[in-house]
């Protein structure tokens, strides 16, 4: 392995001053509503200077990107597709359940989705390869399930299973919000919704997988 | 019958310009985005002055509200529930064909859903208000599926298959919007919105009834 030579004590205070910046503004996002939410009022609750803060990002949409990009990253973590149907039911609920981890850590890029993408194309084409990617793994994971007998779907089937994962795991937190009231929302209405999508996929499972499956989304909601 | 009194001319008049009035800001709000909207741009389409339009809505949130009252009008027209399978299974496709056109009609209203309402309570409250009554009609339509031996699926199953109903129906044109380009939705989207939702129930479903409601969700692909 080749040594990395290490950093100097300026790119080291630069990354660190980059990760506060990171992690003060998700959670006055998430806090706050994005939109509400000024570089000043990012300066000031870090105690930073506006100068200091404009040094390492121009404006608010950079913040913005970068957190998308450090979402993307979360959301790339995939289990390997297997043969095994025990294996392949576990690799799908801990894909969703990490999946929706992410979603609630990045929870205000889901609050206005339509605007942040429509202002934005390099985000929304950030967002519709994360679309991709997770429909192109959770086909996999489909088929694996098929192929080891433990569901029953077609390809029309499984295709459009998967759109519906999707908008499900999308949208979730903004029905409850709206059902709820936002300021109420809490990691248990994350838990339902770990719940309402395995129950998406349960009815295509049959015997074991579908009683394995239904005892892991039990655990969201007993 | 008691008579009603024949409307004077004003009253007609007035009407019609409501009517005039409704019909333009929703062919605006679908076009642009209600955000984008004025009340003068409003007045402009219409070739009417600002003082008239103030007359009837004193401002733009009036007509928002307005709109959104004739939405749930729309949302009310539900079948009445009936014990043979055949006819629930086109019950629960025709309350969901209405339920879309409708969605379709008024789309603006749920390009930002969540802001709309968290801005205005009493919107809040009516759409909760639909949202509650199209998960019990929902739930009594599959109570008379399962008691015609047309479907099997659990109480619990039933209600976590009723909200992912309502959070597809809800969020399909937002997802869809983010997969293509906002601009180019159209009618076609909402029929795909049609086969997906009823892709939900389709699984829970048996023998006939399956086959009949598969066969009235590939009329809106093929």
Same mark, same amino acid.
């Given at each position: 392995?080749?040594?990395?030579?290490?950093?100097?004590?300026?790119a080291?205070r630069?990354?660190?001053?980059?990760?506060?910046?990171?992690?003060?503004?998700?959670?006055?996002?998430?806090?706050?509503?994005e939109?509400?939410?000024?570089?000043?009022?990012?300066? *000031?609750a870090?105690?930073?200077?506006?100068?200091?803060?404009?040094?390492h990002?121009?404006?608010?949409?950079?913040?913005?990107?970068?957190?998308?990009?450090?979402?993307?990253?979360?959301?790339?973590?995939?289990?390997?597709?297997?043969?095994d149907?025990?294996? *392949?039911?576990e690799?799908?609920?801990?894909? +969703?359940? +990490?999946?929706?981890?992410?979603?609630?850590?990045?929870?205000?890029?889901?609050?206005?989705?339509?605007?942040?993408?429509?202002?934005?194309?390099?985000?929304?084409?950030?967002?519709?390869?994360?679309?991709?990617?997770?429909l *192109?793994?959770?086909?996999?994971?489909?088929?694996? +399930?098929?192929? *080891?007998?433990?569901?029953?779907?077609?390809?029309?089937?499984?295709?459009?299973?998967?759109?519906?994962? +999707?908008?499900?795991?999308?949208?979730?937190?903004?029905?409850?919000?709206?059902?709820?009231?936002?300021?109420?929302?809490?990691?248990?209405?994350?838990?339902?919704?770990?719940?309402?999508?395995?129950?998406?996929?349960?009815?295509?499972?049959?015997?074991?997988?579908?009683?394995?499956?239904?005892?892991?989304?039990?655990?969201?909601?007993?």
């Amino acid at each position: 392995m080749k040594k990395r030579a290490a950093p100097d004590g300026n790119a080291l205070r630069t990354q660190r001053t980059v990760e506060r910046v990171l992690a003060g503004s998700l959670a006055l996002f998430n806090a706050e509503g994005e939109a509400n939410v000024t570089t000043g009022m990012i300066a *000031a609750a870090l105690d930073m200077s506006p100068g200091n803060l404009y040094y390492h990002f121009r404006n608010k949409e950079q913040i913005v990107e970068a957190l998308f990009r450090r979402f993307e990253a979360r959301m790339d973590a995939d289990p390997v597709p297997t043969v095994d149907a025990a294996r *392949a039911v576990e690799d799908l609920w801990l894909s +969703l359940h +990490l999946a929706l981890e992410a979603i609630w850590e990045y929870r205000f890029l889901f609050r206005n989705l339509d605007d942040l993408l429509s202002r934005n194309r390099r985000l929304r084409e950030v967002f519709n390869r994360i679309v991709d990617r997770k429909l *192109a793994a959770f086909t996999s994971l489909c088929e694996s +399930l098929a192929s *080891a007998g433990a569901m029953r779907a077609t390809p029309d089937e499984i295709r459009a299973l998967g759109r519906n994962v +999707l908008v499900v795991a999308t949208y979730w937190l903004n029905f409850q919000s709206i059902r709820r009231r936002r300021e109420d929302l809490s990691s248990e209405d994350l838990g339902l919704g770990a719940y309402q999508v395995l129950s998406l996929v349960a009815p295509y499972l049959r015997d074991d997988a579908r009683a394995h499956l239904d005892a892991l989304g039990r655990q969201y909601i007993e």
